[in-house]
């Protein structure tokens, strides 16, 4: 067990609203990311970080921010939610092994952008 | 482009038989390959990996098989369980980022 946890859980929200989603480890891991998933896209990755307040964008990154004042926490923040933005997010830690680094995954955020 | 591609959306397989998921790949850079499972409701869990140094890596009923030359991955499930219906994403790796595939729904039925 990683020590992932998400929140909230599920979230519905309304056009132009603001939304931010929490991800939280108690790992002391250094990379942080988030992915959402969508049918027929499978897991995309939106911002990535590699340390506190060290954060890189990903694949479809439009739209979103991200904010990791500490180690153990990573914001995904929607300035003004649209309707494309309904979505499962989730947030993945990443931890060496060996030759590869593999990638645990938090239970993921059901956001419903109406 | 896909950099990764999973052709086959959904896969059906009796339980007890063989079950052959597969993952294509257009670039030569990624250095290390992975295979997670989802069930409904929770996060993608690591499942196997294989460094591109090898062509076979296995783990009990789970066998990932690389083929460099061909771009090609594939995980082999024997035997096939009920509980192995979920959704299977091959996942490629270069330094610390990850390209997932979209996914290949296996339905095991008993």
């Known amino acids: 067990d990683a020590g992932i946890t998400q929140s909230p859980r599920h979230k519905v929200t309304e056009t132009g609203t603001p939304v931010t989603l929490r991800c939280h480890q108690t790992e002391n891991h250094r990379y942080m990311y988030w992915y959402r998933q969508d049918p027929g896209h499978g897991l995309r990755l939106i911002h990535y970080?590699?340390?506190?307040?060290?954060?890189d964008k990903g694949e479809v990154s439009d739209g979103y921010s991200v904010s990791r004042s500490k180690t153990e926490d990573f914001l995904l923040t929607l300035e003004s939610a649209t309707s494309s933005q309904t979505s499962v997010y989730f947030c993945?830690?990443?931890?060496?092994?060996?030759?590869?680094?593999?990638?645990?995954f938090g239970p993921g955020t059901r956001l419903t952008v109406l | 482009d896909q950099q990764v591609k999973q052709n086959s959306p959904s896969l059906s397989v009796q339980e007890g038989r063989i079950s052959i998921l597969n993952c294509d790949y257009t670039?030569?850079?990624?250095?290390?390959f992975l295979w997670y499972k989802k069930y409904p409701a929770e996060g993608p869990t690591f499942l196997i990996s294989?460094?591109?140094?090898?062509d076979k890596n296995e783990d009990g009923r789970f066998t990932v098989f690389l083929n460099k030359s061909a771009k090609h991955l594939s995980l082999h499930i024997v035997p096939s369980q009920p509980g192995d219906s979920a959704v299977y994403f091959c996942a490629l790796g270069a330094g610390t980022a990850l390209i997932f595939g979209k996914g290949t729904t296996l339905s095991v039925s008993s």
């Open positions: 993945a830690i990443s931890e060496e092994r060996g030759s590869y680094n593999e990638q645990f």
């Open positions: 294989i460094s591109s140094i090898k």
């Open positions: 970080s590699y340390g506190v307040k060290d954060t």
């Open positions: 670039n030569s850079m990624f250095d290390y």
